[in-house]
């Protein structure tokens, strides 16, 4: 079965940097665009960041952009979300995704995601 693992989460103060992966295990990952989202505490689950399957195109939510950054490793199976520059709103529980179809080049849109991790926690500190 397609399995999902992100790790990296932590506390980190306001100003700081973090470095998220997560592997994909079960279907073949380069195929495959892939996303994170966040979703912080009493709040919906909303888009960060996408790529594309070979990395050649990404896209970011306002919030994030200019500040944290996509990228992917087909060869390990990983992809990343460096974060840099965090603020006390960038708190959450982070998950990555990857797309349902392999004709997804990227998407904002968490419908386009059929599997997902299990989400790892970032507190950032003011």
């Known amino acids: 079965q397609v399995q999902l693992v992100e790790s990296g989460g932590g506390l980190v103060q306001a100003g700081g940097s973090l470095r998220l992966s997560c592997v994909m295990s079960g279907r073949t990952f380069g195929n495959y665009a892939m996303g994170w989202f966040r979703q912080a505490r009493g709040k919906e689950r909303e888009f960060v960041a996408t790529i594309s399957w070979n990395g050649g195109n990404a896209d970011y939510a306002d919030s994030v952009k200019g500040r944290f950054t996509i990228s992917r490793d087909n060869a390990k199976n990983t992809v990343y979300l460096q974060m840099n520059i965090v603020q006390p709103e960038d708190t959450a529980v982070y998950y990555c995704?990857?797309?349902?179809?392999?004709?997804?080049?990227?998407?904002?849109?968490?419908?386009?995601?059929?599997?997902w991790g299990q989400g790892t926690q970032v507190t950032v500190s003011s």
């Open positions: 995704a990857s797309a349902r179809s392999i004709l997804t080049a990227i998407s904002r849109h968490a419908s386009e995601f059929g599997f």
